[in-house]
């Protein structure tokens, strides 16, 4: 589109997991071989995020697995107010922080995303062009993706408190879009939340939290829909799941809506500039995808 090869593009993502009969998240990704190595789950490996955090930043873990209950009944507060999530109701803090169905360390099921089906499309076409089909079109400001060498498990300063890719990307993404004071300018952001300290690890990843504070903002209500900056507004992949292919373009479609205000009780307040991002992989071997898009051109 930019090159001007093409004037009108539909993007498309879909994904059917529930046809594979068994969760993404709880199986192992590891190749066959001779069964003396085991593999190691999604969830496993986003778990470490939650002790590693405790021991760098000396937080309690009490108080770690306070702000990890709070990211998730945020997200399913947003989520029973959306009418295309997967999961519409709202769920106690009490029974996210009794770790109901124990998945892997310290994540109970409400601290994991859910498996879903799901699709998503978007129409692209040259700025200039956007108002000959819609009143109310978003603009890309900045795009960008970050692969890393996949060399975290194995490599003995990594500490399990970062994506690396992450914060490169963040920072690239920045500089396309001028962006300086990311929890100052930015008015919504998605992000992937697959498991509840995730969220809490991007919120500093990407500048939103200073390092070894982001729990503390996160119970301070920062990321809430009434909060300086609404993180995941439209329920996140909490309440969608992680249909793999669409998860990107569903974040698309919530700044669209949004800043078109159209997205119901969910909606805020004049929006101007929304951030989304996901990453594939897991700790210290991931890529990482983030947008940055706008209200107005320019």
């Known amino acids: 589109m930019a090159s001007g090869a093409y004037d009108f593009v539909m993007g498309v993502g879909v994904e059917k997991l529930k046809d594979s009969g068994c969760s993404g998240l709880v199986t192992s990704t590891g190749r066959a071989g001779d069964g003396t190595s085991v593999g190691e789950t999604a969830p496993a490996s986003f778990s470490l995020l939650d002790p590693a955090y405790c021991k760098k930043y000396g937080v309690d873990p009490d108080g770690m697995r306070e702000a990890m209950t709070h990211v998730a009944w945020k997200n399913h507060l947003n989520g029973s107010k959306n009418p295309r999530a997967q999961f519409r109701a709202e769920v106690p ?3 996210i922080a009794a770790g109901a169905g124990r998945v892997a360390g ?4 409400f601290d994991c995303s859910g498996v879903s089906d799901g699709s998503a499309c978007a129409l692209i076409v040259r700025a200039q062009d956007a108002l000959n089909y819609t009143d109310r079109p978003i603009y890309v400001k900045a795009l960008s993706m970050v692969a ?4 975290g498990p194995i490599d003995p300063s990594y500490d399990y408190t970062t994506f690396h890719e992450v914060t490169r990307c963040a920072a690239d993404a920045y500089q396309q879009a001028g962006i ?3 929890r100052e300018q930015i008015s919504m952001a998605e992000v992937h939340d697959c498991f509840t300290p995730t969220e809490l690890v991007l919120m500093e990843d990407l500048g939103f939290s200073e390092r070894g504070q ?3 903002d996160e119970l301070d209500g920062t990321f809430e829909l009434g909060g300086q900056l609404p993180v995941n507004p439209d329920g996140g992949l909490k309440s969608f799941g992680h249909p793999i292919g669409a998860s990107g373009l569903r974040m698309l479609f919530e700044c669209w809506l949004q800043f078109r205000g159209e997205a119901g ?3 805020l307040e004049d929006p101007r500039l929304g951030l989304t991002h996901n990453l594939g992989g897991r700790p210290g071997a991931c ?6 898009v706008g209200a107005q051109a320019g």
């Open 93 to 95: 803090k009490e029974k």
């Open 106 to 109: 310290r994540l109970g099921v």
């Open 148 to 151: 890393g060498p996949a060399s």
């Open 180 to 182: 300086d004071r990311p």
């Open 214 to 216: 982001a729990w503390r």
């Open 265 to 267: 009780d969910r909606q």
């Open 287 to 292: 890529v990482s995808f983030i947008s940055v």
